[in-house]
Nanobody
Framework: QVQLVESGGGLVQPGGSLRLSCAAS????????MGWYRQAPEKQRELVAF???????NYADSVKGRFTISRDNAKNTVYLEMNGLKLEDTAVYYC???????????WGQGTQVTVSS
């Protein structure tokens, strides 16, 4: 099993920035992709961004140009740099570890991001 521990959520004003981190441990050899989903109240969980072990990235259209995902393979940690935050970015953000086909193998516990003036 893979354990994922997130950090970095919080309250920020519109236009502000936050950086989320997710550290993986356990059977990390099975993890090929790492990324982030988010879930806003009364909405479905949506994929925000992911990165492969080779460094290829993919973003939801709603965050392109504002969010940047990166990965430190030596530390088994993935980061989500969020800039230009909007009210609609408010959600619980969940880190995940995925297979080569980006099937979710493990979830983090979630971290709250609130954008509010």
């Amino acid at each position: 099993q893979v354990q994922l521990v997130e950090s970095g959520g919080g309250l920020v004003q519109p236009g502000g920035s936050l950086r989320l981190s997710c550290a993986a441990s356990g059977s990390i050899f099975s993890v090929y992709t790492m990324g982030w989903y988010r879930q806003a109240p009364e909405k479905q969980r949506e994929l925000v961004a992911f990165i492969t072990s080779g460094g290829s990235t993919n973003y939801a259209d709603s965050v392109k140009g504002r969010f940047t995902i990166s990965r430190d393979n030596a530390k088994n940690t993935v980061y989500l740099e969020m800039n230009g935050l909007k009210l609609e970015d408010t959600a619980v953000y969940y880190c995940y570890g995925g297979s080569r086909y980006n099937n979710v193998l493990s979830w983090g516990q979630g971290t709250q991001v609130t954008v509010s003036s």
